[in-house]
């Protein structure tokens, strides 16, 4: 490189003006000056899009980091709900939008399990975007009514063989809950009859009301009910136990059912082709957010969000792994794309 330097700038060693505007060429730019310079990030307010409608943790936590990052920005963080066909229309909207850093996409585990239900999906769950961060994570729980009489996994396995057909509650077809109780099903072999509900919503209701047997449900709907013993946690269905429930085992362990686990995270992603300096400084703007102890005791720990803030190379790795996870569940529940 010096080479090539000196031989552009030997015809201009008297004029000093454009030997020194070669040399500003030739030099490399730390990624802040880059960004600074070609970017000017952010220029215009930043939007948060959420392919979920409004309330709930997937609502709640775009909002946090739009309090938390816009003084550092500059610029207003906006929160913009776009739900419908399963996440995706908002999804979609994301990847067709410049990949200018100025629109984020708040994603969940969904992101990755509905591309199973479309025989056309609508984006490339991976090719389509830019991981900045993975920045939090939910326990589902098995539940029950509590008048259902039974106080264990094991329990409820042995009544669901007694009684094939049994109905669980989900928030739609292709939903994490719909996913774990088909995996259940599999591991299993109880026979079990799907009841989908229009969003997280109805879950609750039903399992108050004995229209279902269960559901594998988030655990910030369901805390206050177990709190007033009007419905009974079995098992966690995640891959570790949750401080909420400490005295709760998990789904693999309750059930002798090595290897089950149902993970729900959220993450940030950008339009494929954000330049990776803004990816960065967004980065360190949500995991200063996300890890900050007045919010995670203040806000997440309260609606059972557990903090993780990560890189956007750990993102991609989750992505592609439950990408590959959800496929094959969906594959062995016979599961057909629409």
């Given at each position: 490189m010096q080479e090539v330097g000196a031989r552009l700038m030997r015809p201009f060693r008297k004029t000093g003006f454009l030997a020194a505007l070669v040399a500003a060429f030739l030099t490399p730019l730390w990624p802040g000056e880059a960004l600074a310079q070609s970017h000017a990030w952010p220029s215009r307010p930043v939007r948060f899009i959420v392919p979920f409608t409004p309330g709930g943790a997937n609502d709640l936590l775009p909002r946090i980091f739009a309090e938390g990052m816009q003084a550092s920005l500059g610029q207003p963080v906006v929160v913009e709900n776009r739900p419908g066909a399963g996440n995706s229309i908002g999804t979609a909207y994301v990847a067709s939008q410049a990949p200018d850093g100025h629109t984020l996409l708040l994603a969940s585990v969904a992101h990755v399990i509905n591309v199973n239900f479309f025989a056309k999906p609508p984006y490339d769950p991976i090719k389509g975007f830019e991981p900045v961060s993975l920045v939090a994570t939910i326990p589902f729980v098995l539940t029950v009514n509590s008048a259902l009489g039974v106080n264990s996994l094991k329990e409820l396995i042995a009544l669901l063989r007694s009684k094939p057909g049994a109905a669980y509650a989900t928030a739609g077809i292709g939903s994490s809950h719909h996913l774990g109780a088909e995996l259940l099903k599999t591991m299993t072999g109880v026979q079990l009859t799907h009841v989908p509900y229009k969003g997280a919503g109805g879950i609750v209701p039903a399992l108050l009301a004995n229209e279902v047997t269960f559901s594998i449900a988030a655990i910030?709907?369901?805390?206050?009910?177990?709190?007033?013993?009007?419905?009974?946690?079995?098992?966690?269905?995640?891959?570790?136990?949750?401080?909420?429930?400490?005295?709760?085992?998990?789904?693999?362990d309750a059930g002798g059912l090595p290897g089950y686990s149902i993970d729900v995270w959220f993450g940030v992603l950008a339009p494929a082709g954000t330049p990776r300096a803004i990816v960065d400084r967004l980065n360190t703007e949500i995991n200063a957010v996300v890890r900050d102890p007045n919010v995670v005791r203040?806000?997440?720990?309260?609606?059972?969000?557990?903090?993780?803030?990560?890189?956007?190379?750990?993102?991609?790795?989750?992505?592609?792994?439950?990408?590959?996870?959800?496929?094959?569940?969906?594959?062995?529940?016979?599961?057909?794309?629409?």
């Open positions: 910030n709907s369901l805390l206050p009910h177990f709190k007033s013993g009007k419905l009974r946690p079995l098992a966690v269905a995640g891959s570790e136990r949750t401080p909420l429930l400490p005295d709760v085992p998990t789904i693999a203040d806000r997440l720990n309260p609606v059972g969000l557990s903090p993780v803030g990560s890189t956007p190379e750990r993102f991609m790795e989750v992505m592609k792994t439950d990408l590959a996870k959800y496929a094959r569940i969906a594959k062995e529940a016979n599961i057909q794309p629409e």
